[in-house]
């Protein structure tokens, strides 16, 4: 049965109009899909009607074949046979299989379906590759399937990570595989090397057209090396598994390439896609990343930055209260994400109160103390702060001395405590660059909030590593494009206009307000000892505050009626 089922599918192969070629769109009607080694191609399929897919005329010096197929976020299956067994097939969103070839074989089978009420937009692939070439997942001992060539990705708020099976040495048709952990030399699997690549989709693009074209990028070697970032390299005695930050709503492809240094040959794994948010959550999807609270709470932020970037040395106030507002917000909601599990706007909102209160005790102890190197402590340290974090959003922050904790910790404390230490001597122009700098920048996180930008990273890559005591083995890599050069061009232009703008007001005035307790306190003795002063007839506080209260109360008392009354007599 199984020769007459190949001679058949043999016979439908040779007929015309069976397409098989690079980027052919198109759904087979009698449940067969053509392929052709390194071609791409484009179907649908529907949960009634499974595929069958073949590939033939396979070249005899080929050794194995990958096939793969991709899909946006509805899972298909691919298997070896109609039943699905554990180690036989494989369900997701980017699935493949390795088929070692045996002597003389020259077809393959696959079979194809998915269990999704709509149809499902795929792409596959099969790829062949020599027995020089080393097999992706051929050593695997974790997963399923007994060569899996699969990326497995997980993703949350922080961090996604990506695991993979090794690899092993590349073996003839018709021989046994090599041992994976007998020996350790330099004959044995151990000398593979694995090259992590990422590769940033367009950004804000969501859609299915552009992610399938984007993965024929990342699915042969030779176009992985070119068209992508090798992030990090492995050897056989690392742990098979990188951390990434999530970048949420922002489409990345991950592939893995193992190379033999000895044969100087290469293979690469099966892709795999996130953009770490889900298309079918009711709540917080993909195509509506930002929640309502986080517009509004940075909408309004964005405001007062705006104000602070142009007047905030003029309004020294306001400016501290903004400076206020930071440092307790921030630190606030690090301690309560870690201590309580209370839902995100409620911790938004109460971020929002504290922030509020640490700028009002900050204003405050300028009013009462007036300790101005105190104050302008504050501020040095919000702009050390935003300096220390663009260090690390270079490709500094992805060095492996600064995975250690303490060794992070310090450095980005040093580089903050430096900034208010650099500007000791100009403490006018160290408050006016930091009106200028962190006042722009809060327009740039409101902008995020409603269109996605890199750049708002530059900070939360820091929260998460607060939060998080993960993030630190995490890479940090995030896409530059077009939409991040300009709204990086309106921050340094909204930063140097107001900069500017505040020098030039500034000129020959003073360099800081006057203690206001103190102004407060001559005035209040001037009126005392001034009786010429109008001012001097004014009531005590007090005394204004209970006459004020008398007269709201009589308000709420009746009218007594006109005329005398006079009590009846018993």
């Known amino acids: 049965m199984e020769v007459l089922r190949v001679l058949a599918l043999t016979m439908m192969a040779l007929q015309p109009g069976v397409a098989g070629g690079a980027e052919i769109v198109g759904n087979s009607s009698v449940g067969v899909i053509e392929f052709s080694v390194g071609k791409f191609r484009y179907f649908q399929l529907n949960r009634r009607f499974p595929e069958e897919a073949i590939l033939r005329d396979i070249s005899s010096n080929v050794t194995f074949l990958i096939f793969q197929i991709h899909s946006q976020y509805q899972n298909t299956t691919i298997s070896f046979s109609k039943t699905e067994l554990p180690n036989t097939s ?6 493949g299989l390795v088929f070692m070839l045996r002597p003389e074989q020259s077809m393959c089978f696959w079979y194809l ?176 990343l930002g929640r309502v609270s986080t517009k509004v709470f940075f909408t309004l932020f964005a405001l007062l930055g705006l104000f602070i970037c142009f007047f905030g040395h003029r309004f020294w106030k306001t400016e501290l209260f903004f400076i206020g507002f930071i440092f307790m917000g921030f630190f606030f909601y690090i301690l309560i994400t870690r201590l309580t599990l209370i839902n995100y706007d409620v911790r938004l909102i109460l971020t929002a109160v504290m922030g509020s209160v640490g700028g009002i005790f900050l204003v405050a ?62 403490l006018r122009m160290l408050n006016i660059v930091t009106c200028g700098v962190t006042g722009s920048y809060a327009v740039v996180l409101a902008v995020d909030s409603y269109l996605y930008t890199s750049l708002s990273y530059i900070t939360l890559n820091v929260l998460k590593r607060a939060l998080n005591t993960h993030f630190r083995g995490a890479f940090t890599n995030v896409p530059f494009q077009t939409n991040d050069f300009i709204i990086l061009a309106v921050w340094g232009m909204l930063a140097v206009s107001g900069i500017t703008l505040q020098i030039r007001r500034e000129r020959g005035q003073p360099l800081f307000p006057p203690h206001p307790y103190q102004l407060w306190k001559r005035e209040r003795e001037r009126r005392v000892t001034n009786i010429l002063d109008p001012s001097y007839h004014i009531p005590p506080w007090r005394e204004r505050l209970h006459g004020r209260l008398t007269q709201i109360r009589e308000l709420f008392q009746k009218e007594q009626p006109a005329g005398e009354r006079t009590p009846l007599l018993f």
């Open 90 to 95: 494989g369900t997701g969103t980017d699935k």
């Open 365 to 426: 102890a300028w009013w009462r103390f007036g300790i101005l190197l105190l104050c302008m402590l504050c501020v040095g340290l919000v702009l050390g702060f935003l300096v220390s974090s663009v260090t690390f959003f270079t490709p500094l922050g992805n060095l492996a001395v600064f995975r250690n904790d303490s060794v992070f910790w310090v450095t980005f404390s040093c580089i903050a405590v430096l900034i208010p230490v650099v500007f000791m001597g100009c």
């Open 113 to 288: 379906e998915t269990l999704d009420a709509e149809p499902v937009q795929n792409v596959a692939i099969p790829l062949s590759y020599s027995e020089r070439d080393p097999i992706p997942g051929g050593c695997n001992l974790e997963f399923d399937l007994d060569i899996d060539p699969n990326i497995y990705l997980e993703f949350d708020f922080f961090e996604t990570t990506i695991k993979f099976a090794p690899a092993n040495l590349g073996y003839a048709r018709g021989t046994d595989p090599p041992p994976c952990d007998i020996r350790t030399g330099q004959d044995s699997r151990w000398r593979l090397q694995y090259d992590v690549y990422q590769y940033f989709l367009p950004e804000n693009d969501l859609t299915e057209e552009g992610l399938l074209k984007h993965l024929q990028r990342m699915a042969e070697v030779s176009r992985v090396t070119a068209s992508a970032i090798k992030v990090a390299t492995l050897t056989a005695n690392d742990k098979t598994s990188v951390s990434f930050s999530s970048l949420r709503g922002q489409g990345v492809i991950y592939n893995v390439i193992v190379w033999d240094p000895f044969l100087n040959t290469s293979a690469a794994y099966v892709p795999v896609h996130t953009y770490a948010c889900s298309f079918e959550a009711v709540e917080g999807n993909c195509s509506s």
